[in-house]
């Protein structure tokens, strides 16, 4: 069996046997999972190798970009500005950013834009990959744009857009980008290892993702659909994020570079009542609120049904993710993942480089989590 090395406390060896036979099976290539407990690292683990000929080991500190696991690091950057009175979720976008009230979106709220539902899943400006690099003109595109469906009725995956708008919230309020306010703020108190724009000393470690298919996403029938619409424009192929462009840009939805390690430990404080590793990031009441339900339906980018608290999505009760109500969680495109179990007060994370065909997620984390569970 493929060899795992780090730390898991023999309560979750079961965990370290399945990610071993993941590697094994070639289910995956290289992979790394993470726990933490009540605030206490028990899993830290990581095997297999960088690339498909298997000449590379994975390390200790490889990172690699995690697609939409980044969200969640935009979700806390603004939990925390609003801890401090600095944001209000039910307040209007256009308090924040003048400019984004034109074209009918005077009403919509920040916790549309923290939910998928401010109608802007897509763009209506045609934008090339390499427009994601420039803040000014994705921000300023997004702000004249009409709504594609009345905001805050329903949710609809704002794959890209999501990062650009709570992060120009963010900007405007603390005048620090998000990607700035997370490393000053989150990353560096809590010695997470995540980045959101990475310094070029970094590069070394990180590793390319293997790309599935084509690595152009999912390709709805109806091209004139909110759901074509949304994952045509903007969109970049998987393989832009071996450049060092995408690397250095901040796209706070999907260029997030990390490992299970990182992302595990970043989001500990919300499994925590808001607090972790002798860091508080917001009250126990804001860590609470992720978990109030605000909006739920079938999705109109993804068709899946969706609920969502704040950023998150909400685990529902038909779905066996978890034994506990107050859990949420989100994955990035090719199979990323993080669970946040306010109940058990855990963090789960998953990172890895052999994509699979998901958006938020796949069955790998889904096996490692269950196995999590019944070593509880």
Partial sequence: MAEVFGF???RFAEVRDILAASIDAGSDVGASYALTVDGEVVIDLWGGHLDESRTTAWQEDTIINVYSTTKTMSFLTALMLADCGELDFDAPVSRYWPEFAANGKQDVKVWHLMNHASGLSGMDEPMEPEDLYDWDKICSALA???PWWEPGTAT???????????????RRISGQTLGQFFASEIAQPLQAD????VPESEFPRIANLIVAGTGEGPAPEDPGSISARTFRNPFS????????????AEIPAANGHGNARSVARAQTPLACG????GVRLFSEDTAHQVMRPR??????ATGVPQTFGLGFGIVPENVPLSPNKNTCYWGGWG???VVIDQDARLSAAYVMNKMAVGLNGDFRSVKLLAAVYRGL
């Fill in 8 to 10: 898991c406390d023999e």
């Fill in 144 to 146: 004249r744009q009409e």
């Fill in 156 to 170: 609809g995956y704002h794959a890209i857009t999501q990062g650009y708008l709570i992060g120009e919230l963010v």
């Fill in 194 to 197: 995540f980045h959101i724009g």
């Fill in 237 to 248: 192929p998987a393989h832009y994020s071996w450049t060092d462009a995408w690397r250095k």
């Fill in 274 to 277: 808001g607090q972790a590793f």
């Fill in 295 to 300: 909006i739920s339906g079938k999705d109109l």
């Fill in 335 to 337: 199979g990323s993942a």
